[in-house]
Protein backbone atom coordinates (compact mmCIF):
# COMPACT_ATOMS: atom_id res chain seq x y z
CA UNK A 1 0.00 0.00 0.00
CA UNK A 2 0.99 3.13 -0.70
CA UNK A 3 1.55 5.84 1.97
CA UNK A 4 -0.38 9.11 1.95
CA UNK A 5 1.04 12.23 2.91
CA UNK A 6 -0.42 13.94 6.06
CA UNK A 7 0.14 16.49 8.34
CA UNK A 8 -0.97 17.04 11.96
CA UNK A 9 -2.18 20.32 12.98
CA UNK A 10 -2.00 21.77 16.77
CA UNK A 11 1.54 19.72 17.08
CA UNK A 12 2.58 21.83 20.42
CA UNK A 13 -0.54 20.39 22.31
CA UNK A 14 -1.37 17.10 24.03
CA UNK A 15 -3.50 16.12 21.80
CA UNK A 16 -1.23 16.99 18.66
CA UNK A 17 2.04 15.08 20.90
CA UNK A 18 -0.45 12.15 20.37
CA UNK A 19 -0.88 12.35 17.07
CA UNK A 20 2.99 12.67 16.35
CA UNK A 21 3.67 9.70 18.53
CA UNK A 22 1.09 7.67 17.15
CA UNK A 23 1.67 8.53 13.68
CA UNK A 24 5.24 7.81 13.65
CA UNK A 25 6.34 4.93 11.55
CA UNK A 26 2.24 4.22 10.88
CA UNK A 27 2.30 1.83 7.86
CA UNK A 28 -0.60 4.16 6.36
CA UNK A 29 0.30 7.50 6.59
CA UNK A 30 3.51 9.74 6.44
CA UNK A 31 3.84 12.77 8.44
CA UNK A 32 5.46 15.27 6.60
CA UNK A 33 4.02 18.95 8.42
CA UNK A 34 3.95 19.65 11.80
CA UNK A 35 2.22 22.43 12.41
CA UNK A 36 0.75 24.96 14.91
CA UNK A 37 0.52 28.48 16.09
CA UNK A 38 2.89 31.58 15.49
CA UNK A 39 3.80 31.02 19.08
CA UNK A 40 5.51 27.27 18.48
CA UNK A 41 6.60 28.14 14.98
CA UNK A 42 10.60 26.86 14.25
CA UNK A 43 10.67 25.01 17.20
CA UNK A 44 11.00 21.26 17.44
CA UNK A 45 8.75 19.18 18.97
CA UNK A 46 11.42 17.99 21.75
CA UNK A 47 11.07 21.89 22.94
CA UNK A 48 7.61 21.40 23.28
CA UNK A 49 6.61 17.95 24.40
CA UNK A 50 4.38 17.49 27.16
CA UNK A 51 3.66 14.07 27.36
CA UNK A 52 5.77 12.27 30.67
CA UNK A 53 4.69 9.00 29.54
CA UNK A 54 6.32 8.47 26.28
CA UNK A 55 10.02 8.81 26.09
CA UNK A 56 10.68 11.06 22.56
CA UNK A 57 13.05 9.70 20.47
CA UNK A 58 15.59 11.85 18.55
CA UNK A 59 14.16 11.50 15.20
CA UNK A 60 11.00 12.55 16.08
CA UNK A 61 12.27 14.86 18.71
CA UNK A 62 13.69 17.04 16.02
CA UNK A 63 11.05 17.41 13.75
CA UNK A 64 10.18 21.16 13.24
CA UNK A 65 7.35 22.62 13.84
CA UNK A 66 5.62 24.87 10.92
CA UNK A 67 3.01 27.37 10.89
CA UNK A 68 -0.51 26.58 9.95
CA UNK A 69 -0.96 27.42 6.11
CA UNK A 70 -4.11 25.09 4.26
CA UNK A 71 -2.83 26.33 0.87
CA UNK A 72 0.71 25.44 1.42
CA UNK A 73 -0.13 21.99 2.95
CA UNK A 74 -1.90 21.07 -0.38
CA UNK A 75 0.67 22.62 -2.68
CA UNK A 76 2.73 20.01 -0.60
CA UNK A 77 0.56 17.52 -1.66
CA UNK A 78 -0.51 16.67 2.16
CA UNK A 79 -4.08 14.53 1.63
CA UNK A 80 -4.69 13.71 5.03
CA UNK A 81 -4.97 16.32 8.21
CA UNK A 82 -4.96 14.66 11.64
CA UNK A 83 -5.85 18.03 14.00
CA UNK A 84 -5.31 18.51 17.28
CA UNK A 85 -6.67 22.22 17.35
CA UNK A 86 -8.68 23.60 20.16
CA UNK A 87 -12.39 23.30 19.33
CA UNK A 88 -12.08 27.45 19.84
CA UNK A 89 -10.07 27.53 16.56
CA UNK A 90 -10.10 24.01 14.81
CA UNK A 91 -13.53 25.01 13.28
CA UNK A 92 -12.56 27.76 9.74
CA UNK A 93 -8.90 26.11 9.73
CA UNK A 94 -10.29 22.57 9.52
CA UNK A 95 -12.89 24.02 6.65
CA UNK A 96 -9.76 25.24 5.04
CA UNK A 97 -7.96 22.23 4.10
CA UNK A 98 -11.46 20.35 2.89
CA UNK A 99 -11.88 22.89 0.44
CA UNK A 100 -7.84 21.98 -0.57
CA UNK A 101 -9.09 18.97 -1.14
CA UNK A 102 -7.77 17.56 2.06
CA UNK A 103 -9.12 14.66 4.67
CA UNK A 104 -9.55 16.00 7.58
CA UNK A 105 -9.66 13.84 11.04
CA UNK A 106 -10.46 15.97 13.94
CA UNK A 107 -10.49 15.53 17.88
CA UNK A 108 -12.19 19.11 17.77
CA UNK A 109 -16.02 19.66 18.59
CA UNK A 110 -16.61 22.31 15.76
CA UNK A 111 -17.90 20.28 13.39
CA UNK A 112 -19.44 17.07 15.26
CA UNK A 113 -22.94 18.46 15.13
CA UNK A 114 -22.93 19.48 11.59
CA UNK A 115 -25.59 17.55 9.39
CA UNK A 116 -23.02 15.92 7.11
CA UNK A 117 -20.15 14.98 9.31
CA UNK A 118 -19.83 12.23 10.87
CA UNK A 119 -18.73 11.35 14.45
CA UNK A 120 -17.35 8.15 13.81
CA UNK A 121 -16.33 5.00 16.44
CA UNK A 122 -15.11 2.67 13.78
CA UNK A 123 -16.31 -0.44 16.36
CA UNK A 124 -19.81 1.39 16.37
CA UNK A 125 -21.14 3.41 13.23
CA UNK A 126 -18.57 2.64 10.33
CA UNK A 127 -21.64 3.15 7.97
CA UNK A 128 -21.55 6.72 9.33
CA UNK A 129 -18.51 7.46 6.70
CA UNK A 130 -20.79 7.48 3.95
CA UNK A 131 -21.78 10.47 5.06
CA UNK A 132 -18.69 12.70 3.88
CA UNK A 133 -19.93 11.88 0.07
CA UNK A 134 -21.96 15.05 0.89
CA UNK A 135 -19.19 17.34 2.15
CA UNK A 136 -17.16 15.70 -0.65
CA UNK A 137 -19.76 17.30 -3.15
CA UNK A 138 -20.38 20.55 -1.82
CA UNK A 139 -16.34 21.18 -1.29
CA UNK A 140 -14.95 22.51 -4.40
CA UNK A 141 -11.96 19.83 -3.89
CA UNK A 142 -13.61 16.90 -2.48
CA UNK A 143 -12.24 17.09 0.87
CA UNK A 144 -13.94 16.18 4.07
CA UNK A 145 -14.35 16.21 7.71
CA UNK A 146 -14.08 13.33 10.32
CA UNK A 147 -14.70 13.67 13.87
CA UNK A 148 -13.82 11.52 16.96
CA UNK A 149 -16.25 11.83 19.86
CA UNK A 150 -15.87 13.67 23.05
CA UNK A 151 -13.53 11.62 25.13
CA UNK A 152 -15.86 10.56 27.65
CA UNK A 153 -18.62 9.18 25.25
CA UNK A 154 -16.16 7.32 23.59
CA UNK A 155 -15.71 5.05 26.15
CA UNK A 156 -19.09 5.28 27.17
CA UNK A 157 -20.50 4.36 24.06
CA UNK A 158 -18.03 1.34 23.47
CA UNK A 159 -19.04 0.03 26.85
CA UNK A 160 -22.46 0.57 26.22
CA UNK A 161 -22.69 -1.35 22.10
CA UNK A 162 -22.46 -4.87 23.00
CA UNK A 163 -25.12 -4.38 25.66
CA UNK A 164 -27.62 -2.60 23.45
CA UNK A 165 -26.86 -5.01 20.54
CA UNK A 166 -27.64 -7.72 23.15
CA UNK A 167 -30.51 -6.54 25.52
CA UNK A 168 -31.55 -3.20 23.90
CA UNK A 169 -31.45 -1.26 26.73
CA UNK A 170 -32.11 2.14 26.05
CA UNK A 171 -31.87 4.59 29.43
CA UNK A 172 -28.29 4.64 30.84
CA UNK A 173 -26.92 7.10 33.74
CA UNK A 174 -23.46 7.73 34.39
CA UNK A 175 -21.12 9.39 36.54
CA UNK A 176 -17.54 10.29 35.28
CA UNK A 177 -14.58 10.54 37.05
CA UNK A 178 -12.36 12.58 34.58
CA UNK A 179 -8.37 13.13 34.35
CA UNK A 180 -6.82 16.44 34.20
CA UNK A 181 -5.19 15.92 30.91
CA UNK A 182 -8.98 16.52 29.32
CA UNK A 183 -8.29 19.97 30.23
CA UNK A 184 -5.60 20.32 28.14
CA UNK A 185 -2.24 21.63 29.06
CA UNK A 186 -1.38 22.99 31.59
CA UNK A 187 -5.59 22.60 32.53
CA UNK A 188 -6.55 22.59 35.88
CA UNK A 189 -4.53 25.01 38.81
CA UNK A 190 -3.22 22.41 41.84
CA UNK A 191 -4.76 24.96 44.03
CA UNK A 192 -8.37 23.98 42.25
CA UNK A 193 -7.86 20.35 42.24
CA UNK A 194 -5.41 19.02 44.91
CA UNK A 195 -6.60 17.00 47.47
CA UNK A 196 -10.50 18.23 45.77
CA UNK A 197 -13.05 17.16 43.14
CA UNK A 198 -15.01 19.92 40.71
CA UNK A 199 -18.32 18.47 40.27
CA UNK A 200 -18.74 20.87 37.05
CA UNK A 201 -16.87 20.51 33.24
CA UNK A 202 -18.63 22.84 31.33
CA UNK A 203 -20.57 21.10 28.18
CA UNK A 204 -20.03 17.80 29.05
CA UNK A 205 -23.06 16.11 30.51
CA UNK A 206 -24.26 17.65 27.48
CA UNK A 207 -22.28 16.12 24.82
CA UNK A 208 -22.60 12.91 26.36
CA UNK A 209 -26.26 12.82 25.56
CA UNK A 210 -26.19 14.67 22.33
CA UNK A 211 -23.03 12.93 20.55
CA UNK A 212 -23.92 9.19 22.09
CA UNK A 213 -27.37 9.60 20.31
CA UNK A 214 -25.52 10.31 16.80
CA UNK A 215 -23.02 7.63 17.78
CA UNK A 216 -25.18 5.19 18.69
CA UNK A 217 -27.85 5.64 15.96
CA UNK A 218 -27.76 5.41 12.03
CA UNK A 219 -27.38 6.41 8.70
CA UNK A 220 -30.19 6.42 6.26
CA UNK A 221 -31.13 8.12 3.15
CA UNK A 222 -27.89 10.54 3.55
CA UNK A 223 -28.88 11.46 7.31
CA UNK A 224 -28.39 10.71 10.67
CA UNK A 225 -30.84 9.11 12.64
CA UNK A 226 -30.54 9.06 16.45
CA UNK A 227 -30.33 6.48 18.71
CA UNK A 228 -33.36 6.14 21.23
CA UNK A 229 -31.31 5.29 24.35
CA UNK A 230 -30.99 7.97 26.73
CA UNK A 231 -27.63 9.06 28.56
CA UNK A 232 -27.97 10.61 31.90
CA UNK A 233 -24.59 12.16 33.13
CA UNK A 234 -23.22 14.14 35.73
CA UNK A 235 -19.70 15.17 35.11
CA UNK A 236 -16.48 15.87 37.56
CA UNK A 237 -12.78 16.43 37.62
CA UNK A 238 -10.50 14.34 40.10
CA UNK A 239 -6.52 14.95 40.28
CA UNK A 240 -5.88 11.55 38.15
CA UNK A 241 -3.30 12.27 34.99
CA UNK A 242 -4.86 9.85 32.67
CA UNK A 243 -7.81 8.36 32.18
CA UNK A 244 -11.44 8.73 32.49
CA UNK A 245 -13.53 6.45 34.95
CA UNK A 246 -16.85 6.08 34.75
CA UNK A 247 -19.72 4.34 36.88
CA UNK A 248 -22.76 3.31 34.84
CA UNK A 249 -26.09 2.54 35.70
CA UNK A 250 -28.71 0.62 33.82
CA UNK A 251 -32.42 -0.14 35.03
CA UNK A 252 -34.01 -2.69 32.41
CA UNK A 253 -36.84 -5.44 33.03
CA UNK A 254 -36.00 -8.36 32.59
CA UNK A 255 -31.94 -7.40 33.43
CA UNK A 256 -29.55 -10.67 31.89
CA UNK A 257 -27.48 -12.24 34.94
CA UNK A 258 -24.28 -10.64 35.03
CA UNK A 259 -22.34 -13.66 33.42
CA UNK A 260 -24.44 -12.68 30.02
CA UNK A 261 -23.40 -8.97 30.76
CA UNK A 262 -19.51 -10.07 30.76
CA UNK A 263 -19.58 -12.44 27.81
CA UNK A 264 -21.64 -9.43 25.74
CA UNK A 265 -18.18 -7.46 26.68
CA UNK A 266 -15.41 -10.45 26.27
CA UNK A 267 -16.89 -11.56 22.84
CA UNK A 268 -17.25 -7.67 21.41
CA UNK A 269 -15.19 -7.64 18.07
CA UNK A 270 -16.02 -5.49 15.08
CA UNK A 271 -14.90 -3.99 12.02
CA UNK A 272 -11.33 -2.85 12.85
CA UNK A 273 -10.60 -6.06 14.38
CA UNK A 274 -12.12 -7.57 11.09
CA UNK A 275 -9.25 -5.53 9.08
CA UNK A 276 -6.78 -5.79 11.61
CA UNK A 277 -6.08 -1.74 11.01
CA UNK A 278 -3.18 -1.08 12.80
CA UNK A 279 -4.17 0.92 16.01
CA UNK A 280 -7.19 -1.08 16.41
CA UNK A 281 -6.81 -3.47 20.06
CA UNK A 282 -7.59 -7.20 19.29
CA UNK A 283 -10.31 -7.08 22.50
CA UNK A 284 -11.76 -3.15 22.26
CA UNK A 285 -13.42 -4.06 25.54
CA UNK A 286 -10.92 -5.67 28.81
CA UNK A 287 -12.59 -7.18 31.34
CA UNK A 288 -11.45 -7.08 35.04
CA UNK A 289 -12.58 -10.03 37.46
CA UNK A 290 -10.77 -8.23 40.57
CA UNK A 291 -12.88 -6.63 42.85
CA UNK A 292 -10.94 -3.22 42.73
CA UNK A 293 -10.29 -3.01 39.05
CA UNK A 294 -10.53 -0.40 36.41
CA UNK A 295 -7.78 1.83 37.80
CA UNK A 296 -6.23 4.39 35.84
CA UNK A 297 -2.84 3.81 37.26
CA UNK A 298 -3.11 0.26 36.37
CA UNK A 299 -5.36 0.20 33.31
CA UNK A 300 -5.40 3.36 31.09
CA UNK A 301 -2.61 2.31 28.70
CA UNK A 302 -5.13 -1.29 28.27
CA UNK A 303 -4.86 -2.96 24.28
CA UNK A 304 -2.53 -4.82 22.56
CA UNK A 305 -0.84 -4.77 20.29
CA UNK A 306 1.79 -2.18 21.28
CA UNK A 307 0.72 0.17 18.52
CA UNK A 308 -2.27 -0.29 20.41
CA UNK A 309 -1.51 0.24 23.65
CA UNK A 310 -4.71 2.99 25.18
CA UNK A 311 -7.09 2.32 22.35
CA UNK A 312 -8.77 -0.56 24.70
CA UNK A 313 -11.66 0.11 27.15
CA UNK A 314 -11.29 -1.86 30.55
CA UNK A 315 -14.93 -1.98 32.37
CA UNK A 316 -14.97 -4.10 35.67
CA UNK A 317 -16.86 -4.10 38.48
CA UNK A 318 -19.85 -6.08 36.72
CA UNK A 319 -23.38 -5.95 39.12
CA UNK A 320 -27.03 -7.34 38.57
CA UNK A 321 -29.21 -7.11 41.25
CA UNK A 322 -33.16 -6.61 41.04
CA UNK A 323 -32.94 -5.66 37.26
CA UNK A 324 -30.22 -3.12 37.82
CA UNK A 325 -26.64 -3.34 36.11
CA UNK A 326 -23.91 -1.35 37.33
CA UNK A 327 -20.23 -1.05 36.25
CA UNK A 328 -17.32 0.71 36.35
CA UNK A 329 -15.75 1.84 32.56
CA UNK A 330 -12.05 3.15 32.06
CA UNK A 331 -10.74 5.01 28.36
CA UNK A 332 -7.73 6.54 28.04
CA UNK A 333 -8.89 9.99 27.22
CA UNK A 334 -6.06 11.32 25.58
CA UNK A 335 -5.45 8.16 23.23
CA UNK A 336 -8.80 5.91 22.62
CA UNK A 337 -10.77 9.56 23.76
CA UNK A 338 -8.72 11.39 21.46
CA UNK A 339 -5.31 11.00 18.94
CA UNK A 340 -6.09 7.57 19.13
CA UNK A 341 -9.61 7.65 17.91
CA UNK A 342 -8.76 9.92 14.77
CA UNK A 343 -5.69 7.48 13.54
CA UNK A 344 -8.18 4.81 13.80
CA UNK A 345 -11.06 6.31 12.09
CA UNK A 346 -8.57 7.56 9.34
CA UNK A 347 -7.45 3.88 9.14
CA UNK A 348 -10.28 2.69 8.09
CA UNK A 349 -11.38 5.31 5.68
CA UNK A 350 -7.90 4.37 4.14
CA UNK A 351 -9.05 0.61 3.76
CA UNK A 352 -12.14 1.22 2.91
CA UNK A 353 -10.94 3.72 0.00
CA UNK A 354 -11.96 7.09 1.38
CA UNK A 355 -8.37 8.42 1.34
Not at 74 to 101: H, I, M, R, T, Y
Not at 156 to 171: C, M, V, Y
Not at 261 to 280: D, H, M, V, Y
Not at 318 to 323: A, F, K, L, P
Amino acid sequence: MTKKKAAILGSSGMIGQRFSHMLDGHPYFDVVAYCASDRSEGKRLADVWKLPDIELGPSLGSKAIAGTDPAALAKEGVEVVFSGLPSEVAGPVEDACAEEGMAVYSNAASHRTDPDTPILLPEINPDHLAAVEAQRRRRRKGGYIVTNANCSVTGLALGLKPLIDAFRFTEVYVATYQALSGAGYPGVSSLDILGNVLPHIKTEEEKMSSEGKKILGGFSNGRFVDSPVHIEASCARVGTRDGHLEAVFIHHKGMPDADKITKAFSEFRARPQELGLPSAPLKPIIVRREHDRPQPKLDVNAGEPVRARGMAVTVGRVRVSEDHLRFYLLVHNTIRGGAGGSVLNAELAYREGLI
